[in-house]
Antibody
Framework: QITLKESGPTLVKPTQTLTLTCTFS??????????VGWIRQPPGKALEWLAL???????RYSPSLKSRLTITKDTSKNQVVLTMTNMDPVDTATYYC??????????WGQGTMVTVSS | EIVLTQSPGTLSLSPGERATLSCRAS???????LAWYQQKPGQAPRLLIY???SRATGIPDRFSGSGSGTDFTLTISRLEPEDFAVYYC??????????FGGGTKVEIK
């Protein structure tokens, strides 16, 4: 059974850097074809894809946020970490990590709400 | 950049009715790379359809996906009470790799 869980701060100040950790179980991120991605959703709004890391350490980023994002993986710990710099109130959202397979996010974490406020 | 436009924004239907949701892409999308998700309030999205027409594990057969090129459709043959939710389409391509549509809310009439 695949599960993912996001963890990190619930409140960050403007200009700070956000670090989120996705801890997963039930699969290995060294298995061919597999990836873990991050998606966010501002309150009452649509889903927005942020980043994706593949089993072979290939990384993809949303073009509009690429300069602010870094995604890394620690296969031994079954974790994927997303950092987002220079946080702004518009970045207030629920942040999800999800398992990527067959060109879709087939299993999602429960999400973590992050508020950006001074 | 591929933009996905979903319509209608809101669909008001009664249980037992048929729901037809549209997802239109600004450029051609490979059918292998189009997915649909369902999201209920306070919950994470759930994958319904991948590869434009393949149901994900455990998804009832009243959900079906179709389409190709720039026009894709999610059909719910007979709405059950638990189907009232927001639905998103998502494409996987080259630039940007992944985009989501703006969503269609299916509400009880």
């Amino acid at each position: 059974q695949i599960t993912l869980k996001e963890s990190g701060p619930t409140l960050v100040k403007p200009t700070q850097t956000l670090t989120l950790t996705c801890t997963f179980s039930g699969f290995s991120l060294s298995t061919s074809g597999v990836g873990v991605g991050w998606i966010r959703q501002p309150p009452g709004k649509a889903l927005e894809w942020l980043a994706l890391i593949y089993w072979d350490d290939d990384k993809r980023y949303s073009p509009s946020l690429k300069s602010r994002l870094t995604i890394t993986k620690d296969t031994s710990k079954n974790q994927v970490v997303l950092t987002m710099t220079n946080m702004d109130p518009v970045d207030t959202a629920t942040y999800y990590c999800a398992h990527w397979r067959r060109d879709a996010f087939d299993i999602w974490g429960q999400g973590t709400m992050v508020t950006v406020s001074s | 950049e591929i933009v996905l436009t979903q319509s209608p924004g809101t669909l008001s239907l009664s249980p037992g009715e048929r729901a037809t949701l549209s997802c239109r892409a600004s450029q051609s999308v490979s059918s292998s790379y189009l997915a649909w998700y369902q999201q209920k309030p306070g919950q994470a999205p759930r994958l319904l359809i991948y590869g434009a027409s393949s149901r994900a594990t455990g998804i009832p057969d009243r959900f079906s996906g179709s389409g190709s090129g720039t026009d894709f459709t999610l059909t719910i043959s007979r709405l059950e009470p638990e189907d009232f939710a927001v639905y998103y389409c998502q494409q996987y391509g080259s630039s940007p790799p992944i985009t989501f549509g703006g969503g269609t809310k299916v509400e009880i009439k």
